[in-house]
């Protein structure tokens, strides 16, 4: 009896923990197909739950959602395969017309799955007014073509988004169309942003009509001068059937369209350059100790939303003792109706020439913030830096008191005149009250007497040059000791990360590897050296097997022998 009570315990402990897993596992998430809608839109509202297990999903009861009518849902299972686990998805869609202006509020949806209620997140969709046509006489037309702006007032160098629209009473009128025509576009910097690659149709109301509609071209427009700028007309050839074999070639264009562009405050920073929207910025460097000759990354990041393709980051002001290099610039963002929204970063290569401590500086971006209409100022975090190494040799200082000794002011007056002379004595302090006496011809004779004595004095301009030259050469030599040094320090490297692969040790084999590969770049960038189409492969390709192992993990998939073999060569090669 005993025995049995232990075995249903066991079963109803592993029943109970299957259920508390699924229960953990379970996602559930309510999103919309637009965030943005016009007035007579419809817009689908996905409700999916997701979990590693099949599940019962119970009755789900949607809310009363205000201003909008219920068009109809559907109902559908997927499997998704991530990462190797089946993933279970059973999701159920509300179609939804939005009837009047101003924020459609979902609160949280209620479902019971396996006995247990649950709660999704809360949707808002914004409803704007009903499109207003540019010509009011195409909303009679049955088939029309649309520019609709996301602002017709900007500033100069704002983003603003123009989206062409195609509109028809009925499908079969847009079923073929060619591609859109661009017109010439000379006062903006212009740059497309769809990439259709299906065709996606839509129910709009516009002048309380119902259209069918498609989006045809989406582009990013930035004007480049002030004032009323025009918009020329866009066009569209749609093949529309006639009868049930033939057809009608018709050519659709759109209207111009006028937008305002505004002159910015006179009031901008003295470092400002252009920046309109709202940022933030960063400061990194993959290093804050290091050793002379060696080489660090610093990046500067800003994140934001605005005028991103255009800033101009601030310059870099740092010790003549840090070498830096051309900056790389990675981009990564995306245009929306109140800009390009992501980030931007620029990458410098930082190589000390002497050991110390440096500081790089805080670094200060202004932009324009179209929220407050105002001027801001934000800065980054200053970085200290220690190098490991010899510190910078100080050129010697000529000695003052030897410069004031060879001044004209040596000569005494009486060296010029004699006591009875009625002559002005020469003034120390000002030359502006030196007066010239009556020179006689023993005073000359004592002139060129003092001259022959101090003849020796000639020899401080000629020893300023020499020393001036011996200088040179001794900068010119450091450099080359320099270059030497950097390419025994490369080769030294090579030898320990070719100890780690004997070790058979992956991590710090791709660690070193990785390290090498900077040293390289920073080399062949103070060399100014333009490598072979080859060498450039394989310098990427190693990158890539890096960057793989980092961020993938992918230790199966790394060669050591190969990895190797493609560093030596490019050691090799970079050395030359």
Known sequence: ?????????????????????????????????????????????????????????????????????????????NFVNRNGETIFQKIETLVLRAEQEGNIYIPPVKVEINGKIYRSNELNIEVQKSKKITNPSQQNQSIFLAVEL????????????????????????????????????????????????????????????????????????????????????????????????????????????????????ENSPKNFTGAIGKFKINTFADKKFIKTNESLQFEIEVIGEGNLSMLQMPELNLSKDLEVYKPTRHQKFQSTTSGE????????????????????????????????????????????????????????????????????????????????????????????????????????????????????????PSGVLMFAFLWFLLIKSKKIEKKEDKRAYIKEELKIFDTYVKDNNSEKSVQKAEAILNEISAYLAQEDKIQKTEVNQIFKGLKNKIDLYRYAGSTSSLKLAELKKDLHFLVMESLR
């Not at 990439?195 to 990013?220: A, K, L």
């Open 341 to 460: 929204k992501g980030k931007l970063v620029y990458t410098y290569l930082i190589v000390p020439q002497y050991g110390g401590e440096y500081t790089i500086p805080s670094i200060s971006f202004s932009y324009f913030n179209l929220e407050n209409q105002s001027y801001e100022t934000i800065n980054s975090e200053p970085i200290d830096l220690v190098v490991e190494g010899a510190a910078k040799p100080q050129m010697p200082k000529a000695n003052e008191d030897e410069i004031d000794k060879y001044s004209v002011n040596q000569f005494n007056s009486e060296d010029l005149m004699d006591e009875n002379s009625n002559a002005h004595a020469v003034r120390k302090d000002s030359i502006l009250n030196i007066k010239i006496p009556e020179i006689r011809k023993e005073d000359l004779s004592k002139i060129q007497n003092n001259l022959k004595n101090y003849w020796y004095y000639w020899l401080i």
């Open 150 to 265: 996301s602002n017709q007032s900007v500033y100069i160098n704002q983003p603003v988004i123009a989206t062409v629209k195609l509109y028809a009473f009925s499908y079969d009128a847009l079923r073929r169309r060619t591609e859109l025509k661009t017109p010439g576009l000379n006062d903006f910097q212009v740059k497309k942003i769809s990439n259709y690659t299906q065709r996606d149709f839509n129910q709009e109301t516009v002048g309380n009509r119902i259209y069918v509609s498609e989006e045809v071209g989406q582009f990013q427009l930035i004007a480049q001068k002030v004032g009323e700028l025009i918009i020329p007309s866009f066009e569209v050839t749609l093949a529309i059937p006639v009868g049930f074999l033939d057809e009608k070639l018709v050519d659709v264009s759109s209207d111009p369209v006028k937008i305002k562009v505004k002159q910015l405050p």
């Open 1 to 77: 009896m005993v025995i049995d009570l232990k075995k249903y315990l066991y079963i109803v402990l592993i029943f109970g923990l299957q259920i508390s897993l699924l229960q953990a596992q379970i996602q559930i998430e309510v999103q919309s197909s637009k965030k943005m809608v016009n007035v007579g839109d419809v817009v689908e509202i996905n409700f999916t739950i997701s979990a590693q297990q099949n599940f019962d999903l119970g009755h789900l009861e949607w809310p009363n959602v205000e201003k909008t009518r219920f068009l109809g849902n559907s109902k559908q299972t």
